[in-house]
């Protein structure tokens, strides 16, 4: 696994995980707005690598797992905020509830949470997946064109997409959606979301329901952000400048956000 940083002469880590079917390089509009003040840490993931071809992607466990395996080594125990996007949300919920790294606050982008089915439903619904995204690699951007709705992806976007698709192996599409779809959660998870943020878009609140309910359930002090005017994994690219500033937010609150929800006996809802 790559690891790209910038800012290192900066005290407090950004850590940012990029969600599925896109390269680290999702953040290129974000990293600008935030190096100047902050250690950011962007790890390019298994099977999204191209620094690493020969690899293909593992698990959301194993990841969550190595990238806490790597602040380690680098003697970092406590992150100022960790933020994941969709795929990379279902890591930062593994790394919260694994708690081997202190993260002031941790941000949840339109993440996505295990599906609560029978085992049969959860293989169709990865095999329903896989053909989606294996038919915009198969048929390159042509068919990504019907597969994506045009009216929030330029053409540019597609090109980016299909690139990243051709260089992706079926092997990494096949796990990156049975492993997004049914990871595990530890049996006993050690936070409650006292610093855990869920963001969604407008857009896809509809979507994204089933993996509010899962939040709420498994981290019942996480607070939840709806965020207007853009879809799903839509803020990095979109609205950079939004994100950067929401992220600098939260850090320069040193924990009073977390410290204002503590006891509550339900979620926080905003609206941004």
């Known amino acids: 696994m790559t690891v790209y940083e910038y800012g290192i002469e900066n005290k407090q880590i950004i850590l940012l995980i990029h969600p599925s079917v896109v390269l680290w390089d999702y953040y290129e509009y974000v990293i600008p707005l935030l190096q100047d003040d902050f250690h950011v840490v962007i790890p390019a993931l298994p099977g999204y690598d ?107 976007d597609l090109k980016y997409e299909a690139d990243v698709l051709h260089f992706i192996s079926y092997k990494t599409i096949w796990r990156t959606f049975e492993s997004c779809n049914n990871y595990a959660m530890p049996k006993e998870i050690a936070s409650a979301g006292e610093n855990l943020e869920y963001w969604y878009a407008d857009k896809e609140k509809k979507e994204r329901a089933l993996d509010i309910k899962f939040v709420k359930t498994n981290f019942p002090k996480t607070r939840f952000v709806e965020i207007e005017g853009i879809g799903h994994a839509g803020l990095a690219t979109k609205e950079p400048q939004k994100m950067a500033d929401m992220l600098r937010k939260l850090c320069k609150q040193s924990g009073v956000a977390a410290a204002s929800y503590e006891g509550k006996g339900e979620a926080f809802h905003g609206r941004i």
């Open 50 to 156: 191209k620094k690493k071809p020969e690899q293909d992607f593992t698990s959301v466990e194993e990841i969550a797992t190595e990238i806490a395996n790597w602040l380690e080594t680098k003697g970092i125990s406590e992150v100022a905020c960790v933020y994941g996007c969709s795929m990379g949300g279902g890591i930062v919920l593994r790394m919260v509830a694994d708690n081997r790294i202190r993260f002031q606050h941790a941000v949840v982008d339109g993440g996505i949470t295990p599906y609560q089915l029978p085992w049969l439903a959860t293989r169709l619904l990865a095999v329903r997946d896989f053909l989606m995204i294996s038919m915009g690699k198969f048929g390159g951007l042509k068919l990504l064109e019907k597969a994506f709705a045009t009216d929030e992806y330029s053409e540019e």
